[in-house]
């Protein structure tokens, strides 16, 4: 398995930390983007402060731009950093689609597929028309006309945030990679099922796509430490689960539901909406901490690792808290597990 690190660009060492994380085999970093400041412009940052190292969005929000913007944004990044950017994109939701963003959150799954298509399109350098329902190009009724793109023709690899079991195949479908979220490698099927649906219906197979499980990295001197991250880790889930949502829409809710977790949820998320806070951060199930992450001590995290590459997980990306000292000390145990795991497994 490869090993990525989520980075903020922001961070005044953010420079220096990509130098050294590309020194030491890290094959990609990828920028978040929420409400606050956008992946593009960091992304741009970090490739001229490198040379090899993958970049990648985690994730750009669909409806934030127009998908021909989007695409044109994608190419130059490509062209800027030579080939090594990875366009990571998630439907969002709608309190930040609608709140923030001002686009109404409307049919997820087919704007995805009519993004990437548009997407596609302009990278390969053709004239842009498209039949679709949420994206007609050129708008019909209108004085739009079809345009060719004003850029040299190049690939972006796409990747999708999916959680839910229609995007999941459209991701197996249409990706080159996916994105997960809270990926326990234990029921690793619950997400990788639609996504080997959706890949068959396409003619292909999983082994197409770069799956990438995004795991807090938390690296503790004796196991009672690991149980204590791992709590804290769990605790961390309360905000997403009592907050990440819009009446009965969250993503994650459903997908904790999907791996065996509903009534534990549905409790957690009423006492947040209770105002019952730290009542609800203690309610969470310490298996969505312990599962769902790499925290712990070097021979536990050895152990899980396994976990993942028998699932298929072909990257980790790890999110680190820490010092840039530790962060660097626990990529370079993490670079150096994954690659002791491989040589065991004869993939070396």
Known sequence: MRVAALIDPHHPEAGSFAREAERLGVSSLWVPEVWGYDALTGLAHLAAQTTTIGLGTFVVQLGSRSPALLATSALSLQSLSHGRFHLGVGVSGPQVMEGWH?????????????????????????????????????????????????????????????????????????????????????????????????????????????????????????????????????????????????????????????????????????LWRAGRREEAADAVPLELGSRTNLVGTTTAIAARLPLYREAGITTLLAKLDASKADQLDQLTTLVDLAAEDERRDGTA
């Open 102 to 270: 001002g686009t109404r959150f409307r049919r997820p799954v087919q704007a995805t597929r009519e993004t990437i298509e548009i997407i596609r399109t302009v990278s390969r350098g053709e004239l842009l028309e498209h039949e679709g329902d949420i994206y007609p190009l050129p708008l019909p009724d209108s004085q739009g006309r079809a345009l060719r793109p004003m850029v040299r023709p190049d690939d972006v690899p796409i990747y999708i945030a999916a959680m839910g079991p229609a995007n999941l195949r459209l991701t197996g479908e249409v990706a080159d990679g996916w994105l997960a979220n809270a990926f326990i490698p234990e029921s690793a099927d619950t997400f990788l099922g639609p996504l080997r649906e959706g890949a068959a219906a396409a003619g292909r197979s999983l082994d197409e796509l770069d799956l990438v499980a995004p795991v807090a990295l938390e690296i503790t001197a004796d196991d009672a430490a690991g149980d204590e991250a791992a709590r804290r880790h769990a605790q961390g889930y309360a905000f997403t689960i009592g907050a990440m949502g819009s009446g009965p829409t969250n993503f994650y809710n459903d997908a904790f539901a999907r791996l065996g977790f509903a009534d534990e949820v549905a409790e957690v998320e009423r």
